[in-house]
Every structure is written in structure tokens, then in C-alpha cells.
């Protein structure tokens, strides 16, 4: 097993802290990881990148050309990295801020890659907490690709998390299941 | 029966190389005088600085090392911190405290570091051949002040001591000069003091010393012990920043 | 048997983690961008267990600070990028001359002049070579992930001590802002106890001092002298990672995070059937030349290498001095920003392969 993902977004979507959270968790899970931030000189509102490898054997490169896996937050990002996914990657993308319909090509798209469509602000929005979007598409990921296992993830929440935000493990679990129902509900996963 | 005047046994007996009428070697001895009556010499470590102090290291009978032009303060802070338990002091000239290496000799004594500095004031870059230094005096003549120096070109000589009194770190900051009997003695304890604020945890203590440099100054010794009133008229001599004296009397 | 901890560790994080157990007494800086994550966690951990975390007010103050550490025998680092390592070259100089065995890390930016932020391997001549005035060395160590960069920065400890020398962690910018699972394992570090030599207050004992002011020529001439045995001496430190045959006819030589991105494009190219090898330095001082100059020597086929930095082309240098003119050396020079994928590698290898004979059937 072999994943490569980029996660891009604009900062302060909480795209670095999705790319720990999921390199921690697979690590939690025994496989090799790397994870490598990319960010503008902008602390927010720029965009953000970050590249995190997951294998069973140990990793050279940390930097991909073309990953196997986007978890895409914006719409400058998927302009940017769709182009670069695989043939037949997967890609969860925020239906929010990305429509389907509004893309040229995207039977194009689709008959190529398989596409996960996921509303991660809305979803979040229903938690009354918008800034979970990112843990929604966490979620989704989850449940998509099969890496690790929801105890997993919450350890990885609880270490990243620390004693000081402890109070907002609760609230990220519920954004967790909830991207991850949406996937389950609205696509078939092998 | 009791020698009232002997070598101090902290001083090496290595003839001095300063040239005639400098005051490096007074102030030497009354350092290393200072060493004695404190009972310090088995646990100071100096600090040498570049200049022509730098073979201190010839004559003063402590551990010691050499640091970059500048950075003396800043070696001392490093270890002092790692050995609290060391009394650590600089040995400095002008330039290198005043000018190359102000900002470190600032920071260290702002933070007041557990450490004493000695600064030697002769208004003048010594060892390099008597060029203008930082407390070069307005109209005084060096190689590179050949005219004189003029304010309006080369700007003021900073007066350290009341700088450095300034500053909540330091604990004792005091200006004294080396051209009288009454006036070494005074020196003496001045230089007591600055120490005893390191070994009493009081913070930064500071002394610096007005001295001679009769090459330089293009004179001849008595001249030049002479001249050092000048120096005075600029440089008032002075205490300026003292928790010793008060500390010890509480101690009391 | 208690299981070591593992962690998901930056690389800059990982070298505190091999300071600390290295048992590092001291640590002083002064903020610089991509390596802040280390001031900031010694000023965390360092207090916990007794040790000095002391903000400067400048790079000068700060290295001058581990001299002063240092003297007392203490173990002592600092860490910087580019820009704050050229303003602690100067005594740099001092500390070789004296003798003292400081810890420092680069974590390399882009440069000249203030340069950027993005990764780096731009002061390998600085590192190995210039980073003072007169004579003298570092040991330059250059890790290439996290667990190497937390047993090779505790390790720095031991060979400073041992040689009386400075040692130097040549990380960059990739390296020290990519996270990896790091275990903290126990290391045995040595300890050469500075009782001997260090500043410690003269007690019962006569008084020491450093100097490097030699006024007299021939003194002057046996410290340089001295000086240089010891560095004869540290060639027996050097260190690297080889996968290298025969047959192969294309090697690819590169350190640090560069070497990362060498290894996954030789490994694929291997895997296809090519003859291609991969060399990595990890000693930059002493650099390999020897173990360099054997391959080229053994090599059944006429060999091309390749030598990509993150600089205008470095090391390569050192590589054609190895070599002695007996094999093609290519620099691949990727200035600072632009690193390449391992896609772009596989590309100049393959422009170096014979296209007929060099895939084994």
C-alpha cells in the first residue's frame, strides 16, 4: 500500500492540522509516514498546501509530482492539483465551494479519477461550527480510503489536541462522523 | 610581623609588555588585589578581550579565555549561566566594550547578568596604533581624527557608566581614574564593589576605569597621568548606580 | 523491556530531541526562520531538566554565549539559518582555535543576501569549508530524516568533545519542517569529561586559558600545525550511505533532503532494470573522497555522476576532486525554491544511460 495526498486549501482551513492529524493517525496505524507543510509567507488567508505519504515500506521522496489522493478545500486548489492526480486517483472535494456543475469537464473528470463530492462547510455549518470543515473532509477521507481506524484517528486527536483543547475533542468527533456518513450515504466504497 | 605591601598572590610574576606610563598594569593589580581580599581566585573565570589587554591571560592568575573583539560580555554570559556557581568578569577597553561590542555589553548588563565587568578607558584605540575610539575626547587628535575630533562629523563620546546606571540589571555602575593615590584607592573600591554585586546576586557590576595612554597621547608619562584631569572634565568620576553599599549594611 | 517512544517529529524538532539526549546543558539563538521550532521547544524543555535556555540578543551574542559555555565544559548549541550563520562565522574561527566543542545547526534557506525562506543547500561551501577566517574545520554532519537527525545531533556531542572541535548539523529547510515517525530511543553517547581542560575555577589545580593569539610565528605555526593533525585524525568519522555495483554506470550522488529525492528516483530506476547507484555523503567534513574515488576505480563501465543540490552546484566540486578525472561529473544545479520531483531526476539519469545497453534483461 502506497497513498500519496496533497491537501490544499486556503490557510486557515486547517490544512496543515488535517495533514498532521491523518500522518499521525497512520502512523498510529504502523505505516511509514511523511508529512511536509507548504505554505505562502501569509499566517492566513493565503493559499496552503501540504503533502503527507503513507506506506508500508519506508518513504525517500517526501515531495510527489503526482499524488494518488487530494483532499481539496477551494477552488484555486483544485484548478491547481486536479491536473496532477493520477490516473484513476481519488479526490474528496468541497462541494461547498466547488460545484460540480459549474466544471467544464467534469465527465471528463470522473470517467478519469473518482471524485467525492462532500459539502464539508455545510456540514459543518450543521455543527454550528464552521471551522470543523476540515475534520468533515477528515471524515471523509477516513472512510474512503481505509487507512486507519476510527481509534486511530481519535488517539491522534486526543495527542494533537493536548490537555489545553481537550474540550474540543467531542465537537471533532461529530465533524469526523459526519463527513464520514456522507460518504457512506452518497457513494459506494469498495 | 605583617608586610604592608606585597605582590598579589593572583598576580603572575610575568613582567609586563604595556609601555611606559600605562595604567593597564594599576589596574591589573588592583583587580587581582580585589581577587585576594574576596578569596575568589580559585573560582573566577575571566574573560579576555581584544585590545592591549588581550594577554591578560600573562598576568592574571585565573582561568581564563579570550573571547571575539566585542563579545566579552556575551562569553561571560554564557558562562556564567552554565556555572553559577564561577565568578565571571571581563576585562575590556573602550572599543571593545563601547564600540564593536556595545550591544552585547548593553543586553548583558540590561539582563543584569551575575557578572563584572572592567572597562578601560584611555580614549583611544591602543593597540592598533591610536586611532579614534568611541570616548575619543572633542578636539582630541588620533591618527584617524587628525584635525581633532569634531563632534559635528564623529559626534560625542558616550559617558558608559551613567549609561549603564541607567539600567534596572545593573547594580553597581561606577567612573573612576588611576591618577592619584586617593584616586587608586577609590579605584580599589569601586572594583570591590563590582564584584561583590556578582557574588552577592545583585546583578551587572560595572567599572570603568579613566587611564593613561602616553604613546598614543603623544606624551610622556607624567604628562599623561596628568592629562587624565582632562579626561575628567568630560568623564566626571563618580558612583552612579550602587546596591552594594545598601545590601551589605542590611547584611549587617 | 520498555518499548522507546515513537513520535510523529519535525525534523528541526528531532534535533532537539538528540541535543536533549545528548544531555545538552545550554542552548542560546536568536530567532530565524525555517528553524524557530528549535528555540522555541529548548525554551520548553531545557528549564524541565535544569538546563540554560537563553534568548540573545543577536546570533553574535548567541555563539559567543556557547563559547563561553563551552569553556566551562558544559555541553552547549545553538541553531540558525543562513543569514544568522554567516554573522556567527567570525568566531566560528575563535572556537576552532580554542578548541571547543560547541554544537551548531544550520537549517539552510535560500540565500545569497537575506535570500528566502524555501529550502536550501546553498552553504555547503560555507559549512564544509569558508565559514571563518584562517585555518580550521567543523565537523559537518548532514542527516536525512528525522531519526538520523535526532542520532546524528546527539552524536555531534560525543565528536565534539572527543576531538575538542566544533561540529555542525547541515540540515535544510525540507528536512526541518517535514514530520516523520521518530523513536526516541536511548542512545550511549559518550562522554569525554572535560575535567582536563575546561574552565572550572583553579582549584587545586594551576590556572587555565584559552588563546589564539600567537604573536610568535613559530608558535603560531604549531598551533596551525596541531590543528591539522586533528583534523588528519577526524577522517576516521566519516560516514556515508552507498548503493553502488559494479556494473552501474550512472551514479547519483546528493546529501541531505536532496538525497531523499535521489534514492526514490534511483530505487524506481532500479527496480526497472537500470544500473544506476546512489551515494550518499553524510560527513560533509570529512568528506568521502577516498570511498568515492574506489567506486569510480571499480567500475567496470565508464561512469557518469550525477551530483543534484539544492544549490548552483556545491559538492560537486568535492566530487570531481575525488575523482581525480576518472569519471564524468555532471553538476544538477536547483537553486533555492525550485525542488525538483523525483520525476525530474529519473529524467537526467535517463538522459545519462546508454539507451541500448544499460537495462539488465
Not at chain 1, 493536548?162 to 474540550?167: Q, R
Not at chain 3, 575523482?323 to 544538477?332: D, F, N, Q, T
Request: glycine content about 8%; hydrophobic content about 40%; aromatic content about 10%.
Amino acid at each position: 500500500m502506497r497513498l500519496e495526498l496533497i491537501i490544499a486549501g486556503f490557510g486557515g482551513q486547517g490544512v496543515l492540522f488535517t495533514g498532521n492529524l491523518i500522518a499521525q493517525a497512520s502512523m498510529l496505524a504502523d505505516y511509514h509516514v511523511t508529512y511536509l507543510p507548504v505554505y505562502g509567507p501569509e499566517m492566513r488567508g493565503g493559499t496552503c498546501n501540504c503533502t503527507v505519504i503513507i506506506s508500508d515500506n519506508p518513504i525517500a521522496s517526501p515531495l510527489v509530482l503526482n499524488p494518488s489522493f487530494l483532499i481539496i478545500l477551494n477552488l484555486p486548489s483544485f484548478l491547481k492539483f486536479i491536473p496532477r492526480l493520477k490516473n484513476k486517483g481519488r479526490a474528496i472535494i468541497n462541494s461547498d465551494l466547488v460545484k460540480p456543475e459549474e466544471i467544464d469537464n467534469i465527465e471528463a473528470l470522473q470517467k478519469k479519477y473518482k471524485l467525492y463530492f462532500v459539502p464539508v462547510n455545510s456540514l459543518a455549518e450543521s455543527l454550528g461550527k464552521q471551522m470543523l470543515a476540515n475534520i468533515c473532509a477528515l471524515g471523509a477521507f477516513y472512510k474512503v480510503s481505509k487507512i486507519f481506524s476510527r481509534q486511530n484517528f481519535e488517539e491522534a486527536l486526543k495527542y494533537m489536541l493536548g490537555e489545553s483543547k481537550a474540550h474540543l475533542i467531542e465537537p471533532n468527533l461529530k465533524a469526523f462522523e459526519l463527513g464520514s456518513k456522507y460518504i457512506e450515504e452518497h457513494y459506494q466504497v469498495r | 610581623m605583617s608586610k604592608p605591601f606585597q605582590v598579589p598572590k593572583s598576580l603572575k610574576k610575568t613582567p609586563f609588555h604595556y609601555c611606559p606610563g600605562c595604567q593597564h598594569g594599576v589596574a591589573h593589580r588592583l583587580v587581582c588585589e580585589v581577587i585576594d581580599e574576596l578569596g575568589i581566585q580559585d573560582k573566577s573565570l575571566a574573560i579576555s578581550s581584544i585590545g592591549c589587554s588581550v594577554f591578560l591571560y600573562f598576568y592574571i592568575d585565573v582561568d581564563m579565555t579570550e573571547a571575539p573583539h566585542g563579545r566579552a560580555c556575551a562569553a561571560a554570559t554564557g558562562a556564567k549561566r552554565a556555572r553559577p556557581d564561577l565568578v565571571v568578569f571581563t576585562y575590556q577597553g573602550d572599543g571593545d566594550f563601547a564600540a564593536i561590542g556595545f550591544n552585547e555589553s548593553f543586553q548583558a548588563a540590561a539582563r543584569g547578568e551575575k557578572i563584572t565587568s572592567i572597562m578601560i578607558n584611555n580614549t583611544i584605540y591602543g593597540m592598533t596604533g591610536g586611532q579614534a575610539s568611541p570616548t575619543t575626547l572633542p578636539g582630541q587628535k588620533t591618527t584617524t581624527t587628525p584635525a581633532g575630533r569634531d563632534p559635528e562629523t564623529f559626534g560625542y563620546p558616550p559617558k558608559i557608566a551613567e549609561i549603564l546606571a541607567t539600567l534596572e540589571g545593573v547594580a553597581y555602575s561606577a567612573r573612576v581614574a588611576l591618577n592619584s593615590p586617593k584616586r587608586i584607592v577609590e579605584a580599589k573600591r569601586a572594583i570591590k564593589n563590582a564584584f561583590l554585586a556578582q557574588i552577592n546576586n545583585l546583578g551587572f557590576g560595572f567599572v570603568e576605569i579613566l587611564s593613561t595612554c602616553p604613546i598614543n597621547w603623544k606624551m610622556d608619562p607624567v604628562s599623561a597621568v596628568k592629562a587624565v584631569d582632562k579626561v575628567i572634565e568630560y568623564f566626571p568620576l563618580g558612583i552612579f548606580k550602587d546596591k552594594v553599599t545598601p545590601f551589605l549594611k542590611n547584611q549587617k | 523491556m520498555k518499548k522507546d517512544k515513537k513520535i510523529l517529529a519535525k525534523g528541526v524538532e528531532a534535533i532537539v530531541f538528540g541535543a536533549l539526549e545528548a544531555e545538552c546543558k545550554c542552548y542560546f539563538g536568536y530567532p530565524i526562520t525555517p528553524q524557530n521550532d528549535i528555540p522555541e521547544l529548548m525554551s520548553r524543555e531545557l528549564p524541565k531538566r535544569g538546563g540554560v535556555f537563553l534568548q540573545a540578543e543577536s546570533e553574535l551574542a548567541a555563539i559567543n554565549m556557547v563559547l563561553g559555555a563551552c569553556a566551562t565544559g558544559a555541553r552547549a548549541m545553538t541553531s540558525s539559518s543562513s543569514p544568522g550563520i554567516s554573522l556567527m562565522c567570525e568566531s566560528f574561527s575563535y572556537l576552532a582555535a580554542l578548541e571547543l566543542p560547541a554544537v551548531v545547526v544550520n537549517v539552510m534557506r535560500g540565500g545569497p543576501g537575506l535570500g528566502g525562506i524555501e529550502t536550501s543547500q546553498g552553504d555547503y561551501f560555507q559549512a564544509t569549508k569558508g565559514s571563518g577566517h584562517g585555518d580550521f574545520r567543523f565537523l559537518v554532519l548532514a542527516p536525512s530524516n528525522a531519526q538520523e537527525a535526532y542520532e546524528l545531533t546527539a552524536k555531534a556531542f560525543e565528536l565534539a568533545e572527543k576531538y575538542r572541535n566544533p561540529v555542525m548539523i547541515l540540515s535544510d529547510a525540507i528536512l526541518g519542517q517535514m514530520k516523520e515517525p521518530l523513536v526516541l530511543k536511548k542512545l550511549k553517547i559518550k562522554k569525554y569529561p572535560p575535567e582536563t581542560w575546561a574552565l572550572t575555577g583553579a582549584k587545586g589545580r594551576n590556572s587555565r586559558f584559552f588563546r589564539s593569539l600567537f604573536l610568535d610565528a613559530e608558535e603560531l605555526r604549531q598551533h596551525n600545525l596541531k590543528l591539522m593533525k586533528k583534523y588528519q585524525t577526524m577522517q576516521k568519522e566519516i560516514r556515508y550511505e552507498a548503493k553502488v555495483e559494479e556494473d552501474t554506470e550512472v551514479l547519483v550522488v546528493a546529501f541531505g533532503s536532496m538525497a531523499r529525492l535521489a534514492n526514490e528516483a534511483i530505487e524506481d530506476l532500479r527496480n526497472k532494470g537500470y544500473q544506476v547507484g546512489y551515494f550518499r555523503p553524510i560527513t560533509l567534513y570529512p568528506f568521502p573522497y577516498k570511498t568515492l574515488k574506489e567506486i569510480v576505480t571499480k567500475a567496470k563501465k565508464p561512469l557518469k555522476i550525477l551530483v543534484p543540490e539544492q544549490n548552483c552546484g556545491q559538492m560537486f566540486e568535492d566530487v570531481k576532486l575525488a575523482v581525480e578525472g576518472k569519471a564524468e561529473v555532471i553538476s544538477l544545479p536547483y537553486p533555492p525554491s525550485v525542488v525538483p520531483f523525483p520525476e525530474d531526476l529519473k529524467k537526467e539519469i535517463k538522459k545519462c544511460l546508454n539507451p541500448s545497453k544499460s537495462r539488465k534483461v
